[in-house]
């Protein structure tokens, strides 16, 4: 499939770029390897996780994007605030605003 871009969002379990209780340091450097391999970027890990921008605890729910797209902005969450209610998720939202690279 030619000139077609690829966009990956979903729960990882895994923190990137930190150590931290959730995942490990192999697979960190798991996902790191595969996702330079398949030409994708991770827009809400490392130094461009949200939550830890916030001083919060490290994301596991990322954004992956092919070379053929970016991030025109720093990536947003809701709710805004942590720890989060009992009566929702586990997860803040990530969003970005995708466009071509």
Same mark, same amino acid.
């Given at each position: 499939m030619s000139g077609a871009e690829l966009c990956i969002a979903g729960d990882f379990n895994q923190e990137l770029g930190a150590d931290g209780p959730v995942g490990t340091r192999m697979g960190r450097?798991?996902?790191d390897g595969t996702f330079e391999s398949l030409g994708l970027s991770c827009v809400t890990g490392g130094v461009h996780d949200p939550l830890l921008a916030r001083g919060w605890r490290s994301n596991i729910d @990322?954004?992956?994007l092919s070379r053929g797209l970016r991030a025109d902005a720093a990536a947003e969450i809701w709710p805004e605030h942590f720890p989060l209610s009992g009566k929702l998720s586990d997860h803040q939202g990530n969003c970005v @605003?995708?466009?071509d690279a």
């Open positions: 450097d798991a996902f @990322h954004i992956l @605003h995708v466009v």
